[in-house]
């Protein structure tokens, strides 16, 4: 079955970095467009940052563009987030995301607090 475990969140004052990463098992890990979302207390959960599964290409929330970079490891089935210049409003639970037959697949979370 699909599983994705993140790891790598952490408390971190605002302008410091944290990376993020996923651990992919359960499906075709190099086929699929792979996501991390972030959800803040008591707001929708957003799309912060997303790659392609071919040529790596990527796409970012407005909120993250010259912040956050996306990567993925095929050969280990693992995707990234490194986080720069976090800011207090990059607080939320962030999560690991795969769209596979129409189905949302979804990792436990892991808590990023920024303190300001």
């Known amino acids: 079955q699909v599983q994705l475990v993140e790891s790598g969140g952490g408390l971190v004052q605002a302008g410091g970095s944290l990376r993020l990463s996923c651990a992919a098992s359960?499906?075709?890990?190099?086929?699929?467009?792979m996501s991390w979302y972030r959800q803040a207390p008591g707001k929708e959960r957003e799309l912060v940052a997303a790659i392609g599964s071919t040529r790596g290409n990527t796409n970012y929330a407005d909120s993250v563009k010259g912040r956050f970079t996306i990567s993925r490891d095929n050969a280990k089935s693992t995707v990234s987030l490194q986080m720069n210049s976090l800011k207090p409003e990059d607080t939320a639970v962030y999560y690991c995301?795969?769209?596979?037959?129409?189905?949302?697949?979804w990792g436990q979370g892991t808590q990023v607090t920024v303190s300001s």
């Open positions: 995301n795969v769209r596979r037959l129409s189905i949302a697949y």
């Open positions: 359960g499906f075709t890990f190099s086929s699929y467009v």
